[in-house]
């Protein structure tokens, strides 16, 4: 089973996260995406995206969770890249039966994102509007992998996040 990481971080050199997460799954020999370096103007080259995704298996969307939704770019590439006619529609069928991963870094911790914490809101919750797009697609989505608390992991706790990462990956 083929998987490809689309990594949405518009500053990598500046991550914590997103940089150690993006490089052990390289290291495993996992194809990464750096999305906002492959369009620093934003101009998606819509046909390449999506020949990527008609040759790949399991796509994982890797992301910074930014004002408790995706960093623009990756709206923005989900607006051009499923199309009508091939995302969904009466002969949209390319991404029928393919698996689809969220992976995402969030600043805040876990506790946060319970229904009496800061926010009152589940991240499960917040990931609903990108699960929606299953009904139209056909896409198959799995268990998001979370990293919460970021502003204060130590390195340890962010290699123990890396692996578990390559871990579930790996996992047919
Ligand atoms: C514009 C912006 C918006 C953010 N919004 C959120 C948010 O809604 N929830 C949250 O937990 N963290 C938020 N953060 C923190 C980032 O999610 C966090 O810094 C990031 O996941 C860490 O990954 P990195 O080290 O790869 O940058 C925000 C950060 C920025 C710059």
Redesign the pocket.
């Given at each position: 089973m083929k998987t490809t990481i689309l990594l949405f971080?518009p500053?990598?050199h500046?991550?914590?996260?997103?940089?150690?997460?993006a490089k052990a799954a390289q290291a495993a020999g996992i194809e990464v995406r750096d999305i906002y370096s492959q369009y620093p103007a934003g101009q998606i080259d819509v046909k390449k995206e999506q020949a990527v995704l008609e040759t790949t298996d399991r796509i994982v969307f890797q992301f910074?969770?930014?004002?408790?939704?995706t960093?623009s770019l990756m709206k923005e590439w989900l607006d051009q890249v499923l199309e009508y006619g091939w995302a969904y529609g009466s002969t949209g069928n390319a991404l029928q039966g393919k698996k689809v991963i969220l992976a995402?870094?969030?600043?805040?911790g876990a506790e946060?994102?319970t229904a009496d914490g800061r926010?009152h809101v589940t991240t499960q919750e917040l990931l609903k509007p990108l699960e929606t797009i299953k009904y139209h697609t056909g896409l198959v989505f799995e268990e998001p992998f979370v990293?919460?608390g970021?502003?204060n992991l130590s390195e340890e706790a962010l290699s123990d996040a890396a692996n578990s990462y390559i871990a579930r990956l790996s996992q047919a």
């Open positions: 971080h500053d990598l500046a991550s914590r996260a997103n940089k150690v997460l910074p969770m930014y004002w408790y939704a960093p995402v870094t969030q600043g805040a946060d994102y926010f990293v919460s970021v502003l």
